[in-house]
């Protein structure tokens, strides 16, 4: 994906390392991040929950905004090539042919196993959701907040009114260098799918 060029295949990248929504994502605008802060606050209005969402940036969550153009007819980060925002079906198509190309080139593909279909954009949530909770130490209730869940139970709720921003930070650089290391399972291929869930 790092290797194609065009605005969807930042988006999708913006996507994985920051665990947002794709709908979060493709209406993003510049004055919603804090580069010194290293932040990005998502709107209530654009949140499922309906409450404003702070995401620390990681590294390369940075360094891919920095590269990002800004265009000063617009105030969006991934506008679409003729105008307007970037679609789910523009991601969508990306990722079909991401796969076609790695299918063509003798490898696997990208197949959701527990599907049985092609990867989508939600999948990388469940993925980092499976990575936070299998393989690192992280609370569950800051996995939860990375995801802008609201937690089942309603008492926890109720004193839980911090978004745990720091504790979200250090996991956020460490899901980035998850997602940059490169792995060779047994059938050569170059990407770990094993574990990407709709």
Known sequence: MRKREGTPARALELIILTATRAGETFQAKWREFDMDSRIW???ADRMKMKKEHRVPLSDDAVKLLESMPRNSDSQLVFQALHGGIVTSQSVSLLIKDIHESAIKTGGKGYIDPKQDEVV???GFRSTFRDWAGETTSYPREVCEHALAHK???KIEAAYQRGDMLAKRARMMTD???Y???IRKPADNN???IDEIKE
């Open 41 to 43: 606050t998502i709107p």
């Open 120 to 122: 989508s954009t939600h």
């Open 151 to 153: 937690l089942a139970d």
């Open 175 to 177: 899901w980035a260098r």
């Open 179 to 181: 997602c940059g290391e």
């Open 190 to 192: 170059a990407v770990f």
